[in-house]
């Protein structure tokens, strides 16, 4: 039988009102009617009906987060951040995946959950600021990840051209000087690829080093075997870089692996850093340094974005947001130890 806020009053001699002010964490509740309040409902495993009080706010407490590919780490990791950060606020999360394309993407900002979802937390690669203008306002929404939008929509991302320049002078710092960039695209410029490659072209012209043509390898995409393809191209053609900034920890790995079958060390003959700090990262043959944006900064302030619409504490247009990161070294640029 589930116990109810007049079963707690009950039990603690106090009135339904001051359960519900302490169970509401209202802050005009003294520290002893709290605590007596509190060992009430431990006492009787008391658990809020999360369904109503949410039904009473005109909310469904469901938010949703829709990202490129589930199947990638990065994203799957990021997905649990925000599970755990909604859980937090009492908000159960709703996941989409769109395979990165524009017209799933399309669907998915134009609400076509609406009524179903209080808010949407949206990493996009192909969306267009066009596709986002005219949208309705019936369902927040906060944007993830490297797209610009001057859109009155908040938008949170790690700065990746400082990021790509930390991990190229990692290796600079290191004594590297052929640094290979490999997760290089052709297509939108403001894509995390390309600021990634701005960041690369950055340090190395800074410390005075020739970021040659040869040494940047394109890539159909950023998993695991574009990176193995990418490297073996490079190798194919005579190119030998002494370290490699990857565009993200899967390229880097499959880069690894290439190197490792060709004969090369690494990091001895040559060092390798990825990005994004996935759990893999940290279980390979040789560890992977990477650069490490902090997921959880980012589903918290993405999760505290959409709080702020539905209270409506946000101002008019959107605020952009920046999340940390740092990098973490490990054997594949420093060798065992």
Known sequence: MRVSLKDVAERAGVSIKTVSNVVNNYQHVTPGMRARVQQAIDELGYRPNLTARHLRKGRTGIIALAVPELGNPYFAELAAAVIDAAAEQDLTVLLDHTRGEREREILVSQGFRAGVIDGLILSPLELEAEDLRGRAADVPLVLLGEREYDLPYDHIAIDNVAAARTAVRHLLGRGRTRIA?????????????HLRLQGWQEELSAAGVPTPEQLVGPTGGWDRSDGAEAMARMLD????PDAVFAY????AIGAMRVLSERGLRVPWDVAVVGFDDITESRYGAVTLTTIAPDKQAIARLAVESLLRSLR??????????????????????????
């Open 237 to 240: 053609a005579g190119v030998r």
């Open 181 to 193: 960039y490999l997760g290089a695209r052709t297509d939108s410029a403001n894509r995390p690829a």
């Open 312 to 337: 409506r504490e946000s101002a008019d247009g959107g605020r952009e947001l920046t999340a940390a990161f740092r990098l973490v070294e490990r054997e594949s640029t420093l060798g065992r130890r």
């Open 248 to 251: 993200n920890d899967l390229v």
